[in-house]
């Protein structure tokens, strides 16, 4: 048995894209082309040279902005994409050369609710699922039983899905990956578009899963989560993983640095500069909170007091005034722009 | 791969899955019954049941009637060329055919199309189980439905129209299972050009076209230009029509069609085996190109 359950080695994926139109006097040129004929491709590298070793047992959470390679390194372990280099190895199978190996150790969870069919019953979905991942009949209907158990949906479990809430969904697509009872499991933002409720539910269930010895990769870009969640976590930006550590050391690596957090109204983009050119700001990150016409400014210093007066005073100009100010301890999403100068919801 | 449980109640380095033979066809069979779940809960094709049967056969019924004549003069030319006078029975037979094969076909090119529209295409192929599963899997529904479009289509004919069929069910049969190597063949070629091109529908509206006017559906091959006979000659429809015309209006014994059945069988192991090729080459391709989830 291989020593982690997860190990990628230079891990790279590149998917062509089409060359963007050419403008002219500032309006999009057509260009015909014929059906078929082969363009030269340029590419567009969604994951960049990615190393990782994840140890059995552990929670592992890949931290980053939508469009950063997470689930591109998700759907390249769980065979559903080839790398373009790179190897990549489950439970000690090669994601290439033993796809069906990987894909019996594995239990994915992919975005989206739509992973399992509307048309069927809860329990006829599991029964499909269970048959496709080659669980022998009556191992199966023990464990599909086991499953609605503990997912709380044995009541409702002969219903059709279409009429589950969101939440019942993602129940029956978590119930789906775990049919087989697989050492590995891989989510891919297993909270989005879920209420609070569901979301906290759905965190709960991965905390009990890997107590039961489960290894797991989740990727998100809830900082919250990541930071409840994982054992440790690997920050990935534009297809490179730029930091990995647990989470409490990554945020000592930032913890000279403070954190403060200004709600602005009548904030003007340009006047960034003008704050950020004030000695002692080493990043500055703003974000529209769509109420008043305020804004959220992030100010990351290693000295609070020295630059208060001035960024108060650089605030306060030409009709726009502070609303609100904190100076707070670094979370995860600080130490993602502390590394990026970004915030992840850019 | 060896089950190590460490601790009671700890998960084991090996999951419940086992990869058999049996294994296999128990997920060839749920790929059927799910189909057959989501034909019986979409309740409309019960209307398309009913009406198509009669609908579609129609409007060349009714270009027969008219250019046959007030007195059904002009049959006597009809039956010279096609060797039956019973020209519903002729139409009602190749039109029914070419639904069939039109369904073999485009159902079994199209199921990837219908699992990505789902969302569930991905859900599946994360799975063990062998990817042309998922394509056959849905054959035998598709082919069950079709029996019974068949079976309306009988019985619409005799009511409305009076039609007789002097079939010989035995043959008719036997054609239907020759016919299904080569339709799936050509289904694995289509199913592989969907996950390559994404939209299907211009590639189904062509060959779709292209095959109702080659195959000779309504009308004798002999009334086509020489290169489109020689053209028909090589599509696997324009058999399958022919030999079911013989069993259902003619009464054919097997014997008499088995050059026919042969040809038939022969174009299933080239279009099967093509069809295997290309599918492989294709799905790994989109493998590389990330194009399995988007459409």
Not at chain 1, 230 to 247: E, M, V
Not at chain 1, 305 to 322: D, F, K, S, W
Not at chain 2, 126 to 153: E, I, K, N
Not at chain 2, 180 to 185: R, V
Request: charged residues 20%; hydrophobic residues 45%; proline residues 5%.
């Amino acid at each position: 048995m291989s020593e982690y359950a997860i190990e990628a080695e230079h891990l790279v994926k590149k998917f062509p894209r089409k060359a963007p139109a050419e403008e002219q006097n500032g309006r999009k040129k057509v260009k015909f082309t014929w059906p078929f004929k082969r363009t030269p491709a340029s590419f567009f590298t969604a994951v960049d040279d990615v190393n990782l070793q994840i140890e059995r047992g552990e929670i592992f959470g890949l931290l980053g902005p939508n469009g950063a390679g997470k689930s591109t390194t998700i759907r390249m372990l769980c065979t559903l994409l080839e790398p373009t280099s790179g190897t990549a190895r489950v439970n000690g199978y090669d994601t290439v050369r033993e796809p069906a190996l990987v894909r019996q150790s594995l239990g994915t969870v992919l975005a989206g609710e739509r992973s399992i069919y509307w048309k069927l019953t809860g329990r006829e979905n599991l029964e499909y699922f269970a048959a496709l991942y080659h669980i022998p009949p009556d191992v199966a209907r023990k464990r599909i039983n086991e499953l609605l158990e503990r997912m709380e949906l044995t009541a409702r479990a002969n219903e059709l899905v279409e009429k589950y809430s969101t939440g019942m969904r993602q129940r029956i697509v978590l119930s789906r990956a775990l049919l087989a009872r697989p050492p590995i499991l891989l989510f891919d933002e297993p909270t989005l578009g879920l209420d609070p409720q569901a979301a906290r539910r759905t965190r709960e269930i991965v905390l009990e899963l890997k107590k039961e010895g489960h290894t797991i990769l989740l990727t998100t870009h809830y900082m919250e989560e990541a930071d409840q969640l994982s054992d440790r976590i690997g920050i990935i930006d534009q297809g490179k993983i730029i930091a990995l550590d647990t989470p409490a050391s990554l945020k000592r690596r930032i913890n000279q640095q403070e954190v403060i957090k200004m709600e602005v109204s009548g904030w003007k983009p340009e006047m960034a500069e003008r704050v950020q050119s004030i000695q002692g700001v080493s990043n500055l990150v703003t974000r529209y909170l769509g109420v008043d016409s305020t804004w959220e400014l992030n100010l990351h210093t290693e000295n609070s007091r020295a630059i208060l007066p001035r960024v108060i005073e650089q605030v306060n100009y030409n009709g726009t005034h502070l609303v609100n100010m904190n100076i707070l301890e670094p979370t995860l999403e600080d130490v993602f722009i502390n590394l990026t100068g970004k915030a992840l919801r850019d | 791969m060896q089950s190590t449980l460490t601790n009671e109640g700890l998960v084991a380095a090996r999951s419940l899955s086992r990869t058999s033979l049996l294994a296999h066809l128990r997920a060839f069979w749920a790929v059927t019954w799910r189909e057959w779940y989501h034909f019986v809960r979409y309740p409309t094709w019960v209307i398309a049941f009913v009406i198509w049967p009669i609908l579609f056969p129609a409007m060349y019924i009714m270009g027969a009637f008219s250019l046959a004549g007030p007195q059904g003069t002009g049959i006597t030319r009809f039956t010279e060329v096609t060797g039956t006078a019973n020209y519903l029975g002729y139409i009602v037979v190749g039109t029914t055919v070419w639904m069939w094969a039109n369904t073999m076909l485009w159902n079994t090119g199209l199921v990837l199309r219908e699992e990505r529209m789902r969302g569930t295409l991905e859900s599946n192929w994360m799975s063990p189980t062998s990817r042309f599963f998922f394509v056959l899997g849905a054959g035998p529904v598709h082919a069950a439905t079709m029996l019974m479009f068949v079976f309306a289509t009988v019985v619409e004919f005799r009511l409305f129209f009076g039609t007789q069929f002097n079939a010989n069910l035995g043959t008719l049969l036997v054609v239907a299972l020759c016919s299904m190597p080569a339709l799936y063949g050509l289904g694995f070629s289509f199913a592989s050009l969907v996950i390559t091109a994404r939209e299907a529908n211009t590639f189904v509206f062509l060959i779709r076209g292209l095959v109702m006017i080659f195959c000779g559906i309504t009308y004798p091959l002999s009334v086509m230009p020489a290169w489109m006979q020689s053209v028909s000659t090589w599509l696997p429809p324009t058999i399958i029509i022919r030999a079911a015309r013989a069993a259902a209006l003619n009464n054919a014994p097997l014997s008499s069609l088995t050059s026919d059945l042969t040809l038939l069988l022969i174009h299933g192991a080239v279009w099967l085996s093509l069809g295997y090729i290309l599918f492989t080459l294709i799905e790994r391709s989109a493998r590389r190109k990330g194009s399995l989830g988007s459409y």
